[in-house]
């Protein structure tokens, strides 16, 4: 079983930029897709990326295409969200998600499909 723990949320203002980071722990990180999903309060929660194991293939919501980039460092087990220019609509907890990886080039992203999740990591974005 993988741990996952998210860190690099906060408040920041309309147009900035944050890179969350995603470590996991007990299992290495070479063996999962890894998905980053927002939930907003009172709404449900929705995909935002997705990355194959080998890092090959990536997946981008249409709302944060070209502002947001997933990538992870399988050495460093750890998977990263870039986010930039920010919008107070991408107000939400972000959550990172590991789903075991049957081939190298393939993520399923929809959210029934990840096995294990973070506690998730509050970003702020203030207009």
């Known amino acids: 079983q993988v741990q996952l723990v998210e860190s690099g949320g906060g408040l920041v203002q309309a147009g900035g930029s944050l890179r969350l980071s995603c470590a996991a722990s007990?299992?290495?990180?070479?063996?999962?897709?890894m998905g980053w999903f927002r939930q907003a309060p009172g709404k449900e929660r929705d995909f935002v990326a997705a990355i194959s194991s080998s890092g090959s293939r990536t997946y981008h919501a249409d709302s944060v295409k070209g502002r947001f980039t997933i990538s992870r460092d399988n050495a460093k087990n750890t998977v990263y969200l870039q986010m930039t220019t920010l919008k107070p609509e991408d107000t939400a907890v972000y959550y990172c998600?590991?789903?075991?990886?049957?081939?190298?080039?393939?993520?399923?992203?929809?959210?029934?499909?990840?096995?294990?999740w973070g506690q998730g990591t509050q970003v702020t974005v203030s207009s």
């Open positions: 007990g299992r290495p990180l070479s063996r999962y897709a």
């Open positions: 998600a590991a789903q075991s990886a049957t081939y190298t080039n393939v993520v399923r992203v929809g959210v029934n499909e990840f096995d294990y």
